[in-house]
């Protein structure tokens, strides 16, 4: 029911944070990464209620070093699951909440931080 509910949402943001579970077979053999929710059908419909879906993690781009990032578009070299109905966004972006969300409402970007 509160899925319906944030379906007319309309003049808030809602951003949900959740732990991707990777799924194997019975032979330890990589399916598919999906959201651990409560329930069985929230975690196979919410990607179609929501506009974005985004995972961060530590990308290798195959220079063996991992860097943090923002994926965001599906297909993708780590098959997690991704979507952006922004049109937006590229396929990676830098780990900033604030700049991604600046990117996808298109405003002003988030000034960087100052160091001190």
């Given amino acids: 029911m509160w899925l319906h509910q944030l379906q007319h949402v309309r003049e808030k943001n809602v951003?949900?944070?959740?732990i991707l579970e990777k799924v194997t077979d019975d032979f330890n053999r990589f399916i598919e990464y999906r959201f651990?929710?409560?329930g069985a059908k929230v975690p196979r419909e919410i990607g179609a209620i929501v506009d974005e879906i985004i995972?961060?993690?530590f990308l290798d781009f195959g220079d063996h070093?991992?860097?943090r990032?923002?994926?965001?578009?599906?297909?993708n070299s780590w098959a997690f699951p991704a979507k952006d109905r922004s049109g937006r966004l590229g396929p990676t972006e830098?780990?900033?909440?604030?700049?991604?969300?600046a990117k996808i409402l298109n405003r002003e970007p988030v000034p960087p931080l100052e160091q001190q």
Avoid at 15 to 18: A, R
Avoid at 94 to 101: A, Q, T, Y
């Fill in 15 to 18: 951003i949900f944070v959740v």
């Fill in 55 to 57: 995972v961060m993690d």
């Fill in 69 to 75: 990032g923002f994926v965001c578009t599906s297909p």
């Fill in 36 to 38: 651990q929710m409560e």
């Fill in 65 to 67: 070093k991992p860097v």
């Fill in 94 to 101: 830098s780990p900033h909440l604030g700049r991604l969300l």
